[in-house]
């Protein structure tokens, strides 16, 4: 177009000064004015109107197209998401099986750092399942577990304190939330994970004192039915504990976040969906970054 304006412009001043310019000229002048504002015109509603129509080959050059000159590119909340869904940072669970509330809740711990760069354990009581995790949030082990006999996320004040002969059923609960554990041992000498040292709660090897109940046949069942057996202690399999929770925690201590049963997980622990916490943030950034360029919230001066 600028060819052809300066190739008009040269004509025009090439004509002698006074003379009559020929009625050609203007129409040719006219008639390339108007083929330029047709062509801005097509050249600004075509792509809009195909991106509103869904047409996802003419958004991507729309997209990518270079702003005319003095018009400010204005960000796009659609170009920004994907990139900031994909940094959402994940737990890694392998090929493990795992609870909806289990991932969100790992998900969310690895995103938002909660485990402070600590190793981590994740009991899934609903579920009767551990997970183990390295401080990255890489699964090192996940295996079946026995529970307190009684349903609920509490534990009755000063129970830590009683005699075991003095818990009655319906207190033996193992408490949901999120605890710092360290290993430690029990009266006998033998090694535990402490959980909740003050109601007494730990994860340990699973116990065979009491051949009644039948604790080992108990983890090895394929029904998750018959895991509740337990004054409120996490038992696992002998070689989970020693192959995984013991090598996890050992000079360090870490995290065990115990999930609930009676509330929603989101409560006990204030947790997000990291998607959706992705989402919000490229659209809070898209929001700002657009406020900029218009220079919206700018002061009066």
């Not at 090895?220 to 013991?246: H, L, M, Q, W």
Request: net charge positive; proline share 6%.
């Amino acid at each position: 177009m600028t060819m052809n304006g300066n190739r008009v412009g040269s004509r025009l001043r090439a004509a002698p000064s006074g003379a009559k310019r020929p009625g050609s000229v203007r129409a040719i002048a006219a008639a390339i004015g108007t083929r330029f504002c047709l062509a801005l015109l097509v050249a600004s509603c075509i792509p809009l109107q195909a991106v509103a129509g869904g047409d996802a080959a003419a958004e991507s050059k729309l997209i990518g197209a270079t702003p005319l000159q003095g018009v400010a590119a204005i960000p796009s909340a659609y170009t920004a998401l994907p990139a900031k869904i994909q940094s959402a940072k994940r737990a890694n669970f392998e090929r493990e099986h795992a609870s909806t509330e289990a991932r969100h809740l790992a998900d969310w711990v690895v995103d938002s750092n909660d485990n402070k760069g600590l190793p981590f354990a994740i009991v899934d009581k609903t579920h009767a399942k551990v997970f183990v995790f390295d401080a990255s949030g890489r699964l090192q082990g996940a295996a079946p577990a026995l529970l307190g006999l009684a349903r609920g996320d509490d534990s009755v004040p000063g129970i830590g304190e009683r005699k075991l002969s003095a818990i009655r059923p319906e207190e033996k609960t193992t408490p949901a939330g999120r605890f710092v554990a360290s290993l430690g041992h029990r009266a006998g000498g033998e090694e535990i994970l402490w959980v909740d040292y003050d109601n007494a709660i730990s994860m340990h090897r699973v116990i065979n004192t009491n051949l009644k109940e039948r604790r080992p046949q108990r983890l090895a069942s394929p029904t998750t039915a018959d895991n509740r057996i337990s004054f409120g202690c996490i038992n696992v399999p002998i070689k989970f504990y020693e192959k995984v929770v013991s090598p996890a925690f050992t000079g360090t201590d870490g995290i065990v976040y115990v999930l609930p049963e009676t509330r929603p997980v989101r409560k006990v622990f204030a947790s997000y969906d990291v998607e959706e916490h992705a989402r919000a943030l490229a659209a809070s950034e898209a929001a700002t970054a657009q406020m900029a360029s218009t220079g919206a919230g700018a002061p009066v001066r």
